[in-house]
């Protein structure tokens, strides 16, 4: 909508946004984005998204989980670059990205 985006920041937000999961957008979908859709149907595919990046079910997105990540989605990035990435969206500087996080780099 208006930006650039990652290929794998492209995928998540088309994996948030398929209503029917075929892996496409479809009218409805894009009709949902452009009115905005439910607040609670946003959370939700968020939440979801959030769990796809956190592989050690431990509430955040690691260095480690993103690394693990990026590599089943064919980019190949040392931890180092993972800490960087998450730097850039760690409010409260723990090293991690929690959910609210997440929520506010997607928006």
């Known amino acids: 909508m208006g ?10 937000a088309v994996e948030m946004l398929d209503s029917d ?5 479809g009218l409805e979908d894009l009709v949902g984005l452009m009115e905005g859709g439910k607040e609670e149907e ?5 939440r979801e998204a959030f769990e796809v990046y ?3 079910r431990c509430g955040f997105i690691t ?7 990026l590599s089943k989605l064919g980019e190949s990035k040392s931890i ?13 500087g723990d090293g991690l990205i929690s959910f609210e996080e997440f929520r506010i780099m997607m928006q």
């Open 80 to 92: 180092d670059e993972c800490k960087v990435m998450i730097q850039r969206f760690d409010l409260n």
């Open 54 to 56: 956190d592989v050690e």
């Open 21 to 25: 999961g075929d892996g496409l957008l």
């Open 42 to 46: 946003k959370v939700k595919g968020l």
């Open 63 to 69: 260095p480690s989980s993103l690394k693990r990540m």
């Open 3 to 12: 930006g650039e985006l990652l290929q794998n920041e492209a995928e998540v």
